[in-house]
């Protein structure tokens, strides 16, 4: 069903647009995921969910226990638009909502800081789906993501600067995790429905008046 409405809808595209659709679902995963808490700098969320696109990683899960998210549209670039984005902060334990609901569907919880000597990006296993979670630009990942976390894992530092900016550290880390994913043997692409769900979410928000034609197809 959700192919043969793409099939439909696409025919309001170019074929440029509809050949880059391709392409950029042909490229995303979900075998790594990315998690944000806490991020109370509009500017750091919206330079991770820049990363997040530019590396091809659809998912991105935003912790919302103390500070609200917002877009900074002049850093994210439209990177929103294009990725999926969960929020959670409609209950009293949000990290916790997240990260048990994050493994209940098979991922294994890396919570990145430079205090634990367990990983480091460069060794991290893949072979099961990892999601990676960023704490504060201050205090770092809380005490909830250290009691949920199945592995730790840190950037190689060699300066005096404790740790670096949020942002850069989720550049750094997904380059690594993407580089390997694509390098290694991996099964990291999209299932063929799940590009075309992709695809469809795509074309609704470049097509004006995209529910009418939905409209028509069903009826």
């Known amino acids: 069903m959700t192919e043969a409405l793409y099939n439909y809808i696409k025919e309001y595209m170019t074929e ?3 050949a880059l659709f391709d392409k950029m679902a042909s490229d995303r995963t979900r075998h790594v995921t990315c998690v944000v808490e806490n991020i109370y700098q509009p500017h750091n969320a919206s330079a991770v969910l820049r990363s997040c696109d530019c ?4 998912d991105v899960h935003i912790i ?3 500070n609200d998210w917002e877009v900074n549209k002049g850093v994210s670039l439209g990177a929103s638009k294009w990725l999926s984005i969960n929020r959670y902060n409609e209950g009293t334990s949000n990290t916790k909502s997240c990260l048990q ?5 098979g991922y294994k919880i890396a919570a990145t800081t430079p205090h634990k000597d367990d990983y480091t990006i460069s060794d991290l296993p893949l072979d099961e789906p990892v999601a ?12 909830d993501v250290m009691d949920e976390a199945d592995l730790f894992v840190r950037i190689p530092m060699y300066g005096f600067t404790e740790s670096f900016n949020i942002s850069v550290a989720a550049a750094l880390s997904l380059y690594e995790l993407t580089k390997r994913l694509r390098e290694e043997n991996i099964d990291w692409p999209l299932s063929v429905d799940a590009q075309n769900e992709l695809k469809l979410s795509w074309a609704k928000q470049s097509i004006r008046e ?5 409209a028509r197809f069903n009826g």
């Open 210 to 214: 995209s529910e009418k034609i939905i």
């Open 16 to 18: 440029e647009r509809a």
């Open 64 to 66: 919302e226990n103390d």
């Open 132 to 143: 990676l979670v960023f704490g504060t630009e201050v205090s770092g990942i809380t005490q």
């Open 101 to 105: 609901a994050l493994k209940k569907k």
């Open 55 to 58: 590396f091809g990683v659809q």
